[in-house]
Nanobody
Framework: VQLLESGGGLVQPGGSLRLSCAAS????????MSWDRQAPGKEREFVAR????????NYADSVRGRFTISRDNAKNKVYLQMNSLKPEETAVYYC???????WGQGTQVTVSS
């Protein structure tokens, strides 16, 4: 099983990033996928999730309206479009499969001027 995140980096406040997660080693289209994040010195927190078919999404209150989760089951990928980023959203962002406990290594997002 592998979950490989990409797309992180340094962005100015108010900017945008699109994270990608490439999945392999399991039946991707069968599982809800989630993005979580962990800021320095804080506990890991839920950001967004999407059901296996892509028709149902859920978001943390703090990101609703600014972040969009999507998936491409043909490519075994899940995405997180992040807009209007804030400095307090600096964190490592993780792709994961809640039902199986699979986690990627994470991708660093730094929001700073």
């Amino acid at each position: 099983v592998q979950l490989l995140e990409s797309g992180g980096g340094l962005v100015q406040p108010g900017g945008s990033l699109r994270l990608s997660c490439a999945a392999s080693g399991f039946t991707f289209m069968s599982y809800t996928m989630s993005w979580d994040r962990q800021a320095p010195g804080k506990e890991r927190e839920f950001v967004a999730r999407i059901n296996n078919g892509g028709s149902i999404t859920n978001y943390a209150d703090s990101v609703r309206g600014r972040f969009t989760i999507s998936r491409d089951n043909a490519k075994n990928k899940v995405y997180l479009q992040m807009n209007s980023l804030k400095p307090e959203e600096t964190a490592v962002y993780y792709c994961n499969v809640p039902a199986k406990g699979y986690w990627g290594q994470g991708t660093q997002v730094t929001v700073s001027s």
